[in-house]
T-cell receptor
């Protein structure tokens, strides 16, 4: 199916564990993004990638790691999960031209206990 | 840093009413502004994209306007329906490719 998909949709993990959230898009969009959504803060950018092997920090990158070896995939890893990372995580993509729409995945609800 | 504000945070209207949602941003150096809809527990669905050179964009019962110089956008919803109930988010794209989001307006349309 065309589009942007995230997995898993729901995840519960323990404090200190490593967890990876997956994001896959089928449009070959250059740009991909990871956001977290929290009550009172709205959507905040964690990391973004302009192309394969090019990534950069966003507003709240601490505690997260990303990689992008292939254009279509942009996994987000929490190296050692903390309760403050309990959130809903959204992946997004857009074409390299800045004047195009951004498209979002359905989100991953992560709970760290 | 770009700040995006949406007022009101929540809005409740009777079915059939026309309504306006507001979005303001602090830095007018943007490439475009995008309106999204988010249903509870769901992802963001793109509604309208309005380029910085445009004044408005329309899709069905939705009309978005942009006044870049004053840092304002409005989303007009005509003849509201209960199915329009959702949170509406606006986001601007400045010089980098990031999107800066407002915190949204939660709309409830009462049958």
């Amino acid at each position: 199916d065309a589009g942007i998909t995230q997995s898993p949709r729901y995840k519960i993990t323990e404090t200190g564990r490593q967890v990876t959230l997956m994001c896959h898009q089928t449009w070959s969009h250059s740009y991909m993004f990871w956001y977290r959504q929290d009550l009172g803060h709205g959507l905040r950018l964690i990391y973004y990638s302009a192309a394969a092997d090019i990534t950069d920090k966003g507003e709240v990158p601490d505690g997260y790691v990303v990689s992008r070896s292939k254009t279509e995939n942009f996994p987000l890893t929490l190296e050692s999960a903390t309760r403050s990372q309990t959130s809903v995580y959204f992946c997004a993509s857009r074409d390299s031209r800045r004047r195009t729409e951004a498209f979002f995945g359905q989100g991953t609800r992560l709970t760290v206990v | 840093k770009q700040e995006v504000t949406q007022i009101p945070a929540a809005l409740s209207v009777p079915e059939g009413e026309n309504l306006v949602l507001n979005c303001s941003f602090t830095d007018s150096a943007i490439y475009n502004l995008q309106w999204f809809r988010q249903d509870p527990g769901k992802g963001l669905t793109s509604l309208l994209l309005i380029q910085s050179s445009q004044r408005e964009q329309t899709s069905g019962r939705l009309n978005a306007s942009l006044d870049k110089s004053s840092g304002r956008s409005t989303l007009y919803i005509a003849a509201s329906q209960p199915g329009d109930s959702a949170t509406y988010l606006c986001a601007v794209t400045p010089g980098a490719n990031n999107l800066f989001f407002g915190t949204g307006t939660r709309l409830t349309v009462i049958p």
